[in-house]
């Protein structure tokens, strides 16, 4: 069996009731986006920006970085997930400049909020279904959590991955 088949089995393995799925289908994808948000608010030194062309100035951040870093774990496993996850790594990238381009509020306050929200609901769905977070196990589930939410996606559409 596959690696990538092995964790989402076992991350699958806290993740059963109709309650608890629905949840993380949407906050898990909230809490990456929160996450790298709250990175892309940390001032970023001009030795990373300079790394990055003038027209994506706007993207040169700690949030950026970790995508990347995040990207090539996902390759590793696979190809058509490195895929889903770069697409979705250009929407939360362009979610966050845009949030930060609004000028509301600042960006790591609304990032906070967004990843402290989905937090709590995340861990009343695991009260709810009575299992620990997969995380606590093993800190790579962290990194699981969205490749179970697209993998979900994928059967849908009948995706093979």
């Given at each position: 069996?596959?690696?990538?088949?092995?964790?989402?089995n076992?991350?699958?393995?806290?993740?059963?009731t109709?309650?608890?799925?629905?949840?993380?289908?949407?906050c898990?994808p909230t809490?990456?986006l929160?996450?790298?948000?709250l990175?892309?608010?940390?001032?970023?030194p001009?030795?990373i920006t300079?790394?990055?062309p003038a027209s994506l100035?706007?993207y040169?951040?700690?949030g950026t970085?970790i995508l990347?870093?995040?990207?090539?774990?996902?390759?590793r496993?696979?190809?058509?997930l490195?895929?889903?996850?770069?697409?979705y790594?250009v929407?939360?990238?362009f979610?966050?400049?845009?949030?930060?381009?609004a000028?509301?509020?600042?960006l790591?306050?609304?990032m906070?909020?967004l990843f402290i929200?989905s937090?709590?609901?995340q861990?009343?769905?695991h009260n709810h279904?009575?299992?620990?977070?997969?995380?606590?196990?093993?800190?790579?589930?962290?990194l699981?959590?969205p490749?179970?939410?697209?993998?979900?996606l994928?059967?849908a559409?009948n995706?093979k991955f």
């Amino acid at each position: 069996m596959r690696k990538i088949d092995l964790l989402l089995n076992e991350y699958g393995e806290s993740h059963q009731t109709k309650l608890n799925k629905i949840i993380h289908y949407f906050c898990v994808p909230t809490i990456v986006l929160s996450v790298i948000g709250l990175l892309a608010a940390i001032p970023t030194p001009s030795f990373i920006t300079n790394l990055f062309p003038a027209s994506l100035s706007g993207y040169a951040h700690f949030g950026t970085i970790i995508l990347l870093i995040t990207l090539v774990y996902y390759l590793r496993l696979s190809f058509i997930l490195f895929l889903a996850m770069l697409t979705y790594s250009v929407v939360v990238l362009f979610i966050i400049k845009s949030i930060a381009n609004a000028n509301f509020m600042p960006l790591w306050s609304f990032m906070a909020i967004l990843f402290i929200i989905s937090w709590i609901v995340q861990f009343y769905g695991h009260n709810h279904e009575g299992k620990k977070p997969s995380f606590i196990k093993d800190v790579q589930f962290l990194l699981v959590g969205p490749a179970w939410t697209i993998s979900h996606l994928f059967e849908a559409l009948n995706i093979k991955f």
